[in-house]
């Protein structure tokens, strides 16, 4: 004989809620985590439907009655010993009266509290007759003796708080007095020149002045009545922060005063070898009156071919070494010359050789 095995339609009481399925007439759902089961009906919802077993027939309800005066209640009947008592059959309900309402009855003496008993069976339900006085109640099983609570233990006694006193607060020191040193004497603001600006064009505007280098700022005045050092001239002002403009050459380039202050980039695409010339310091044909704090930025970009960096009169020195002469900046090479003097340039960067 073949093996079967049944297995109901099963899940938690969450599970259940949540998905809260119409289960088919006589299918069984049970909660695993509460062994308790509901028979499907095929048109209520889990929520609807009731725990437990199979119900009964329903009784057949009375004929109605007419509506009269209630008939007296009956006694409230004696609550039964201590024990498994079962529940008393339920009463029939009382004939209809036709007077007013009787005097309702003394309360019967509560019987004494124990176990509670063993449910009995539920009495036959009378006929519904004219409505009239309520037959007396059965008697309720009695209910069970709670437990004893257990003995709380001693609360334990708290420590006596600590009798040490707060020290005593230092007396404050005496304020020194203020020393009568006069203030020295603000420098003189420096009369640095602004950059020239470019000439007006087709609708550009020229180029801005180059920042100069700050003056240095005169020696303090000695504590007392020693008066304060001179301030530095301020340099000029410079490009805005954050810009560089870009001019692109690719092909060999003399340098002018519009340079200044942007970047000059030798592209990828031009793999010959350039020369750009830094013309001398002056106001004569050839020359260009770059301002001391001139900045120069030279770019030499990947694959692009060797630049050779040439000063005409004045003296361009390396950085560190001081060595002077031409310089040749390799691809992916950086150069920066600042104008120092008037008649002397400082290079800086790498890649350059």
Request: with cysteine; glycine share 24%.
């Given at each position: ?8 339609r099963?899940?938690t ?15 069984i ?11 499907g009906?095929?048109?209520?919802n889990w ?12 009784g057949i ?28 059959v ?78 005593v ?7 020194g007095?203020?020393?009568?040193g ?55 002002q ?21 340079d200044?202050g ?16 830094i013309?001398?310091?002056?106001t004569?044909?050839?020359q260009v ?39 040749t900046l ?21 890649g350059?050789?």
């Open positions: 004989m073949p093996f079967i095995q049944f297995q109901f099963r899940g009481s969450t599970e259940w809620s949540t998905s809260n399925p119409t289960l088919a007439a006589g299918e759902g049970i909660e695993t985590n509460t062994n308790l089961f509901k028979i009906n095929g048109t209520s929520s609807s439907l009731g725990y437990g077993g199979i119900q009964g027939v329903q309800q009375g004929i109605p009655g007419q509506y009269a005066a209630q008939g007296i209640q009956g006694t409230i009947g004696i609550q039964g010993s201590t024990g498994a008592g079962t529940q008393g339920q009463g029939i309900q009382g004939i209809p009266g036709t007077g007013s309402q009787g005097t309702q009855g003394t309360t019967g003496v509560q019987g004494i509290q124990g176990q509670t008993g063993v449910q009995g069976e539920q009495g036959i339900q009378g006929l519904n007759g004219l409505y009239a006085g309520q037959g007396a109640p059965g008697a309720q099983g009695i209910q069970g003796v709670q437990g004893i609570q257990g003995v709380q233990g001693d609360l334990g006694i708290q420590g006596a708080i600590g009798a040490g006193t707060q020290g607060q230092g007396v404050q020191g005496i304020q007095t203020t020393g009568a006069t203030q020295g004497i603000q420098g003189t603001t420096g009369a640095g020149t602004q950059g020239v600006q470019g000439t007006t064009g087709a609708g550009t505007q020229g180029i801005q002045g180059i920042q100069g280098i700050q003056g240095t700022t005169g020696i303090q005045g000695t504590t007392g009545a020693g008066t304060q050092g001179t301030t530095g001239a301020q340099g000029i410079g490009s805005s922060v954050g810009l560089l403009p870009q001019n692109i050459q690719s092909t060999s380039y003399t340098l002018q005063l519009s200044a942007q970047h000059l980039l030798h592209p990828s695409s031009d793999t010959t070898a350039r020369t750009w010339i013309p001398q310091t002056g004569g044909i050839g009156n770059w301002p001391i704090g001139s900045v120069l930025t030279l770019i030499n970009q990947n694959a692009a071919g060797a630049i050779s960096i040439q000063v005409t009169s004045d003296t361009m020195r390396l950085a560190v070494t001081g060595e002077t002469g031409t310089r390799a691809a992916n090479g950086i150069a920066t010359c600042i104008k120092l003097t008037s008649t002397e340039w400082i290079i800086s960067g790498v350059i050789s």
